[in-house]
Every structure is written in structure tokens, then in C-alpha cells.
């Protein structure tokens, strides 16, 4: 069974669209996140919830809007997406919102925008 | 301000050989210190972390790392090397600031090749 899964795995969109990526985990976790790792392999934390509550909100444009529905399930929202949104994006999960504990990451979706 | 840094982007070692990933770290107080790899096209996964106790910690796929707090330093090591190793490693650790201790400080990555 996957622990953390992402929808779709590959997304390829014009300029201007609006897009969705989904993340799941079967782990049980209490918090999850999203990173954006970039063509020069570069991390960087987007956001993260904890139980549904938004915990980390990084310098993001405000285009980007994840949602969490349940603990379970964290999804990113991207309105009128540019070339530099094009990236791969993981979600990640942990058991607890504290950093005692390591992450578990997702396989990645990697979003090309034309 | 809190850093990591991971002085070299690229390290080769011949298969059999031991391997060493360089990682530095600038925080306040006490360091919560973690290790990952990416394989080619895949997430992160967690090797090892040191949040206290013994220097040597000892993780997945015999791969261990010597927390220095003199030096500052936590790098990765391994005996002997596969050619499976080949990855990316990525040195992270928590930041410290009050209400930011939810998050880690990434280094940029390091790429391992190793050559049979």
C-alpha cells in the first residue's frame, strides 16, 4: 500500500489555467505539507496543516491555495499558472506537527506549464 | 541567521570505497539534525536523525552520520559504497525560531555518484 500518494504524477497546462494536485496518506499522520522542488533540485516548504489548521503559510503568490478536507487529505489549488510555477511539487506527512519525527514524502507531481 | 550548507554539490566514489556527504549547520540552542535521500524521480526518503544522545547514529541502508557540535557539523557516512547509493542527499535541519520549530532548513542537496 502507498503511505503518501499525489494525483497526478505527471501535469502538463498552458498559461493561465487553474490546476489541482491531490495528496493522500494511509499513515495515520496528523500533518502534512507541500514543498516545491525546483529544476536546480532546490526545497522549499510551501505549507502545512496540522488536523485540518493551517501551520506553516511560506512566501507564497497567492495564487496558490491548498485545502485540507480531512487530516487524511491535502490538496493544492494553483489559479493562473505561470512558466515559473513549473516545478515537481511533494506533499509530505509526519506524525506529529512537532519536527521530532521525519517526514514521509510522496513520489511527486511534476507540473510543466507551456 | 540558521543555515545548513552542504559544501559540495557533487561527490564520486568507486563502488566498495567509503563515502562522506558534507553537511554544516547554523542554529541557536540545541540542533534537531536529519538526513534524506531522493533516488532519481522519486519523493525524499528519511535515512537517519540526531536529536540527542549518542554523536554516531546509525540509519537505513547501513548508512550512519557523526554529529560534531565543536565542528557543527553531521555528516554522512557509509563503509562501503554501492553503486545503488547513486542519489541525491539532502541535510536538513529544524529551525529554532519560536513559533517556526514546525519547520526544516534544507540544504541544497548533494549528488552521489558512485562508479562500479
Known amino acids: 500500500d502507498t503511505a503518501v500518494s499525489q494525483t497526478p504524477k505527471y501535469l502538463v497546462t498552458q498559461m493561465g489555467n487553474d490546476k489541482s494536485i491531490k495528496c493522500e496518506q494511509n499513515l495515520g499522520h496528523d500533518t502534512m505539507y507541500w514543498y516545491k522542488q525546483d529544476s536546480k533540485k532546490f526545497l522549499k516548504i510551501m505549507f502545512s496543516y496540522n488536523n485540518k489548521e493551517l501551520i506553516i503559510n511560506e512566501t507564497v503568490p497567492n495564487r496558490f491555495s491548498p485545502k485540507s478536507p480531512d487530516k487524511a487529505h491535502l490538496n493544492l489549488h494553483i489559479n493562473s499558472l505561470e512558466l515559473g510555477d513549473s516545478a515537481v511539487y511533494f506533499c509530505?506527512?509526519?506524525?506529529?506537527?512537532?519536527?521530532?519525527?521525519?517526514?514521509?514524502f510522496g513520489p511527486g507531481t511534476r507540473l510543466t506549464v507551456l | 541567521a540558521q543555515s545548513v550548507a552542504q559544501p559540495e554539490d557533487q561527490v564520486n566514489v568507486a563502488e566498495g570505497n567509503p563515502l562522506t556527504v558534507k553537511c554544516t549547520y547554523s542554529?541557536?540552542?540545541?540542533?534537531?539534525l536529519f538526513w534524506y535521500v531522493q533516488y532519481p524521480n522519486r519523493g525524499l526518503q528519511f535515512l537517519l536523525k540526531y536529536i540527542t544522545g549518542d554523536n554516531l547514529v546509525k540509519g537505513s541502508y547501513g548508512f550512519e552520520a557523526e554529529f560534531n557540535k565543536s565542528q557543527t557539523s553531521f555528516h554522512l557516512k557509509k563503509p562501503s559504497a554501492l553503486v545503488s547509493d547513486s542519489a541525491l542527499y539532502f541535510c536538513?535541519?529544524?529551525?529554532?525560531?519560536?513559533?517556526?520549530?514546525?519547520?526544516?532548513?534544507w540544504g541544497l542537496g548533494t549528488s552521489l555518484g558512485v562508479n562500479p
Open positions: 509530505a506527512s509526519s506524525p506529529a506537527k512537532g519536527l521530532l519525527n521525519e517526514q514521509f
Open positions: 536538513a535541519v529544524r529551525d529554532m525560531y519560536a513559533g517556526n520549530n514546525r519547520k526544516l532548513i
Open positions: 542554529v541557536s540552542g540545541n540542533p534537531y
